[in-house]
């Protein structure tokens, strides 16, 4: 069983800065295809950023030119830099790893865009 654990979340200003991480158990992590989902309350879980295991990237239109997905294949560890925060960017943010057996998901951590 795979376990990730998210870390970054909190409070910021608008145009201010967060930068989440999630650590994974996995062992294989660097062959996978891992990134982050966010979600606020009676809305689906959208994606919001992915990095292959080849360190191609994917980023939802909204998070183009501010959000920055990583991966650290040595920590196990992935992680999204977000600059210029907005406040419609307050959400839940899930990091997920997707291996042959299935999809696995962090706890979440809360980030709240605000004045």
């Known amino acids: 069983q795979v376990q990730l654990v998210e870390s970054g979340g909190g409070l910021v200003q608008p145009g201010g800065s967060l930068r989440l991480s999630c650590a994974a158990s996995?062992?294989?992590?660097?062959?996978?295809?891992v990134g982050w989902y966010r979600q606020t309350p009676g809305e689906y879980r959208e994606l919001v950023a992915s990095i292959s295991d080849g360190n191609s990237s994917h980023y939802r239109d909204s998070a183009k030119g501010r959000f920055t997905i990583s991966r650290d294949n040595a920590k196990n560890t992935v992680y999204l830099q977000m600059n210029s925060l907005k406040p419609e960017d307050t959400a839940v943010y899930y990091c997920?790893?997707?291996?042959?057996?299935?999809?696995?998901w962090g706890q979440g951590t809360q980030v709240t865009v605000s004045s």
């Open positions: 997920y790893l997707r291996d042959a057996t299935g999809v696995y």
């Open positions: 996995e062992t294989m992590f660097s062959i996978y295809n």
